[in-house]
Nanobody
Framework: QVQLVESGGGLVQAGGSLRLSCAAS????????MGWFRQAPGKEREFVAA????????YYADSAKGRFTISRDNAKNTVYLQMNSLKPEDTAVYYC???????????????????WGQGTQVTVSS
């Protein structure tokens, strides 16, 4: 199991950008698929993006495609979420999570994430 700590959230105006980071502990980070999820007030947690263990494959929710980019640096045990063209509807607590599989299965992308960070708040003002 890995421990995860997110950072980089904050308040930004619509159209702006933020980069979230998720630092992982443990020597097995590079073997995990990593994902980002978010939860807005009064809503269920939803999948945002995932990246394979090697970083060679990524998968995005439709709401994130073309605006968000997930990446990872296995040497630094860190996964990132670059968010551009932010919208007020992107306001949420963002969580990173680790999955022992090499990559998520499209259509079942919420399955298998067993380790979660504490979350970081992203607020986008209009």
């Amino acid at each position: 199991q890995v421990q995860l700590v997110e950072s980089g959230g904050g308040l930004v105006q619509a159209g702006g950008s933020l980069r979230l980071s998720c630092a992982a502990s443990g020597r097995t980070f590079s073997s995990y698929c990593m994902g980002w999820f978010r939860q807005a007030p009064g809503k269920e947690r939803e999948f945002v993006a995932a990246i394979s263990w090697s970083g060679g494959t990524t998968y995005y929710a439709d709401s994130a495609k073309g605006r968000f980019t997930i990446s990872r640096d296995n040497a630094k045990n860190t996964v990132y979420l670059q968010m551009n063209s932010l919208k007020p509807e992107d306001t949420a607590v963002y969580y990173c999570a680790a999955n022992r599989a090499r990559m998520v299965v499209p259509g079942r992308e919420t399955e298998g994430f067993g380790s979660w960070g504490q979350g970081t708040q992203v607020t986008v003002s209009s």
